[in-house]
């Protein structure tokens, strides 16, 4: 009786994951799909668009102000 609810808590699981890799990958592309509507906007001023660097992280940071 164990194994059962073990795969079925398994499988609950496996199925959130797989949903939360989806709204990632949807988020990734709708965020792309904005930026590459922005810049080629005709109001686009590309000077305002310069990176941050976190500095708790040393990553590059996006500023659009």
């Known amino acids: ?3 059962p609810l073990i795969i079925s808590i398994a499988g609950i699981f ?3 994951q797989a949903q ?3 709204a ?3 988020t990734a592309e709708a965020t792309r799909e904005l930026l590459n509507r922005s810049s080629t906007s005709p109001n686009f001023d590309k000077s305002k668009l310069h990176t941050k660097s976190e500095p708790t992280l040393g990553k ?6």
């Open 14 to 16: 496996t199925v959130m």
């Open 24 to 26: 990632n990958i949807d």
């Open 20 to 22: 939360n890799t989806r």
């Open 60 to 65: 590059p940071k996006i500023n659009f102000d």
């Open 1 to 3: 009786m164990l194994e």
